[in-house]
């Protein structure tokens, strides 16, 4: 059988200007659940392809030739997802299976749009339902028990251009904050054995990729599994130009780990620093304190990580001078990037429980939880100052003078793809401002 998976992209996502930015900027890579299904559906002798909307856009005479297509959703592409099942449906009728993040917690939601829904990770159950074994409209499937049984994702099948690789060696995260989606859909946290991710890495090294990825929602939660594949990253030589993680604050405690790290070079690191307001991180149940930022503060200066230092802004505890603070802290440990994330309450959190059950919900458009958009009434605020704190927040951060630490510390290319960074993202925030302040 043929078959065509996509995963859409945003709106926003697809302009040319993003593109362009995105290309700029660096690394990009897809999603792997399609790549793992693909790869799965391929073995059984399936013709499969996959398309990322977010790279270019989708050709659809092309994707029409498949006899079934599945669409990859998380909750701010939902709209976009439905549009294209809607789009195919009405044109060609061909048979649709929707799954993903967002799926999986609305498949009622899913399945106006498609002729099955599956819920949760569908490798055990994938084959089934595409050959109609597996007959009914909600396809409930259980957690993969051993990750190392999973096929690795076949980047072959995709049709979109990228540079880089999405590894996953792990899924979950043991810890439970409030507004985390992913401790939801994977759950619970589970890990790839080293000799496994090895095996994967060598393959990806062969292709001669420069960038990697690691998608693991916490790379270091279980540190000494992170040491053991980083020795053999290092012994095998599997070093990539730049590599990406995230990562909690907590890895700081661990010297042999950060100095594993940096020989591996992982540079990139996205750390969820989420409030400088001890309430807050509570409230969000972080189980990290003002002291361990500072701690990590400490620590920083000493070693040449790209940190990308993420915030959430919104939260029932924090004002505006929580917001400012947040660019203060984020220069004075020199950022390489601050990431604010307005609170986006997705369905299955608690933090959405608790929203709703307060009538604080503003939209269910999907589209609009993006973590851009203020989508629920915060506490101690306007949602018209939080979208507005939001917009000066970046303006701030990015300034102009921004980028010379970085020219010190990280050398010229860092230092001027960070100027150039600063320049799109201050004038991002500033056409966002206007246009915001001009709708309001
Ligand atoms: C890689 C990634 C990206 C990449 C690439 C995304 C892309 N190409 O569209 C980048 C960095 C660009 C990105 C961007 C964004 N992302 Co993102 N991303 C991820 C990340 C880290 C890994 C995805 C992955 O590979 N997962 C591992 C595989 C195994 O899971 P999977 O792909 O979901 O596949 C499984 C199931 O979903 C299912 N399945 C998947 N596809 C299909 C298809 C069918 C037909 C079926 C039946 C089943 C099925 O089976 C698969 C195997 O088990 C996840 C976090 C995570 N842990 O998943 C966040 C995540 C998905 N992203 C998220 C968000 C919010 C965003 C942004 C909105 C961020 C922003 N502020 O802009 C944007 C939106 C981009 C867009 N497309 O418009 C949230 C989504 C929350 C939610 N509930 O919707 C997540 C969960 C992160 C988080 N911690 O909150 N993202
Ligand atoms: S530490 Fe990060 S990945 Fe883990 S539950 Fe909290 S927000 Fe989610």
Same mark, same amino acid.
């Given at each position: 059988?043929?078959?065509?998976?996509?995963?859409?992209?945003?709106?926003?996502?697809?302009?040319?200007?993003?593109?362009?930015?995105?290309?700029?900027?660096g690394?990009?890579?897809?999603?792997?659940?399609?790549?793992?299904?693909?790869s799965?559906?391929?073995?059984?002798?399936?013709?499969?392809?996959?398309y990322?909307?977010?790279f270019?856009?989708?050709?659809?005479?092309?994707?029409?030739?498949?006899?079934?297509?599945?669409?990859?959703?998380?909750?701010?592409?939902?709209?976009?997802?439905?549009?294209?099942?809607?789009?195919?449906?009405?044109?060609t009728n061909?048979?649709?299976?929707?799954?993903?993040?967002?799926?999986?917690?609305?498949?009622?939601?899913?399945?106006?749009?498609?002729?099955?829904v599956?819920?949760?990770e569908?490798?055990?159950v994938?084959?089934?339902?595409?050959?109609?074994?597996?007959?009914?409209?909600?396809?409930?499937?259980?957690?993969?028990?051993?990750?190392?049984?999973?096929?690795?994702?076949?980047?072959?099948?995709?049709?979109?251009?990228?540079?880089?690789?999405?590894?996953?060696?792990?899924?979950?995260?043991?810890?439970?904050?409030?507004?985390c989606?992913?401790?939801?859909?994977?759950?619970?946290?589970?890990?790839?054995?080293?000799?496994?991710?090895?095996?994967?890495?060598? @393959?990806?090294?062969?292709?001669?990729?420069?960038?990697?990825?690691?998608?693991d929602?916490?790379?270091?939660?279980?540190?000494e599994?992170?040491?053991?594949?980083?020795?053999?990253?290092?012994?095998?030589?599997?070093i990539?130009?730049?590599?990406?993680?995230?990562?909690?604050?907590?890895?700081?405690?661990?010297?042999?780990?950060?100095?594993?790290?940096?020989?591996?070079?992982?540079?990139?690191?996205?750390?969820?620093?989420?409030?400088?307001?001890?309430?807050?991180?509570?409230?969000?149940?972080?189980?990290?304190?003002?002291?361990?930022?500072?701690?990590?503060?400490?620590?920083?200066?000493?070693?040449?990580?790209?940190?990308?230092?993420?915030?959430? @802004?919104g939260?029932?505890y924090?004002?505006?001078?929580?917001?400012?603070?947040m660019?203060?802290?984020?220069?004075?440990?020199?950022?390489?990037?601050?990431?604010?994330?307005?609170?986006?309450?997705?369905?299955?959190?608690? @933090?959405?429980?608790?929203?709703?059950?307060?009538?604080?919900?503003?939209?269910?458009? *999907?589209?609009?939880?993006?973590?851009?958009?203020?989508?629920?009434q915060?506490?101690n605020?306007?949602?018209?100052?939080?979208k507005?704190?939001?917009?000066n927040?970046?303006?701030?951060?990015?300034?102009f003078?921004?980028? *010379?630490?970085?020219?010190?510390?990280?050398g *010229?290319?860092?230092?001027?793809?960070?100027?150039?960074?600063?320049?799109?993202?201050?004038?991002?925030?500033?056409?966002?401002?206007i246009?915001?302040?001009?709708?309001?």
């Amino acid at each position: 059988m043929k078959i065509a998976f996509i995963t859409p992209a945003a709106d926003i996502r697809r302009t040319f200007s993003y593109r362009l930015a995105d290309k700029f900027y660096g690394p990009r890579h897809p999603m792997t659940g399609p790549l793992i299904l693909g790869s799965i559906l391929n073995s059984s002798g399936h013709n499969v392809v996959v398309y990322e909307e977010l790279f270019k856009d989708i050709n659809f005479r092309k994707v029409e030739e498949a006899d079934l297509i599945g669409i990859n959703i998380m909750t701010s592409t939902a709209g976009r997802g439905y549009e294209i099942a809607d789009f195919i449906k009405r044109k060609t009728n061909k048979r649709i299976i929707i799954g993903g993040i967002h799926a999986s917690v609305l498949p009622q939601e899913a399945l106006e749009h498609s002729d099955q829904v599956i819920v949760g990770e569908a490798e055990s159950v994938i084959k089934d339902v595409v050959e109609g074994k597996c007959k009914e409209e909600i396809v409930y499937a259980p957690a993969v028990d051993n990750l190392d049984e999973v096929p690795f994702p076949n980047y072959s099948l995709l049709k979109s251009p990228y540079n880089a690789i999405n590894i996953m060696t792990s899924r979950g995260c043991p810890y439970h904050c409030t507004f985390c989606t992913t401790t939801r859909m994977f759950s619970p946290y589970r890990r790839r054995s080293s000799e496994n991710v090895i095996k994967e890495l060598k @393959i990806h090294k062969k292709r001669g990729l420069k960038y990697l990825c690691i998608q693991d929602d916490n790379f270091t939660a279980d540190k000494e599994r992170a040491k053991e594949i980083l020795d053999k990253m290092i012994f095998n030589r599997l070093i990539f130009k730049e590599t990406f993680f995230y990562a909690r604050m907590d890895m700081f405690d661990d010297p042999e780990l950060i100095g594993l790290l940096q020989k591996a070079n992982f540079r990139r690191v996205f750390i969820g620093i989420e409030s400088l307001n001890q309430q807050s991180l509570k409230y969000v149940n972080k189980k990290q304190t003002l002291t361990n930022i500072e701690q990590m503060r400490d620590q920083l200066h000493k070693y040449k990580f790209k940190l990308i230092a993420s915030f959430v @802004i919104g939260l029932d505890y924090d004002d505006i001078d929580d917001i400012q603070r947040m660019v203060r802290f984020s220069k004075e440990i020199n950022a390489y990037q601050m990431q604010p994330q307005i609170l986006t309450p997705y369905v299955g959190t608690p @933090i959405y429980d608790q929203l709703e059950a307060e009538g604080r919900i503003l939209t269910k458009d *999907w589209k609009k939880y993006d973590m851009m958009h203020v989508v629920f009434q915060p506490r101690n605020m306007t949602a018209r100052t939080l979208k507005n704190e939001f917009f000066n927040s970046l303006s701030t951060f990015h300034s102009f003078r921004a980028p *010379w630490n970085d020219f010190k510390n990280l050398g *010229w290319m860092d230092g001027m793809k960070k100027m150039v960074f600063c320049v799109v993202i201050k004038f991002g925030a500033t056409i966002g401002s206007i246009r915001f302040l001009a709708r309001a």
